[in-house]
């Protein structure tokens, strides 16, 4: 796996779990629709409480997706910020920080940073070639 690669997947493991967050909240208010009629005589149709039993299996399911999402980018941002921290260049450190740790967009970046859009790439191409090379150092070492 390239550098580049490894470090994407905060971007897509974030992204997911906003998705899975929205989906979350719309089948909790779809739950909050499906309601039982108690106080009628009427006997209670059986897939109505079938419904119910469904949607909220479904709702600990998709809880449960999540919190595991959120461990897994927690442990890899982790392992992320070390790999960086590696770089001696504060500049490179701080474009890969902002946009794999925090997951901003690169004109976020080049707003935070007071660049303009194109050197924001350098400074990225850059910082991706020397994580590239300890990269290689890595699994060269582990090799052996």
Known sequence: ???????GQTRHLDGLIKARKEQLA??????ENIRVNRLSKM??????????????ARLVDLE??????????????KDIALLV???PELELRRVLELRYLNCKKWEEIA????YNFRHVHRLHARALARLEEEWARRELGQGA
């Open 1 to 7: 796996m390239r550098v580049k690669d490894y470090l």
């Open 26 to 31: 719309e089948l909790r208010d779809m739950s």
């Open 43 to 56: 006997p209670r149709c059986k897939s109505q409480g079938d419904t119910i039993s469904a949607t909220v």
């Open 64 to 77: 449960l997706f999540i919190e595991a999402s959120i461990e897994r980018l927690a442990a890899l941002k």
């Open 85 to 87: 921290e590696g770089l």
């Open 111 to 114: 707003d935070d940073m007071s």
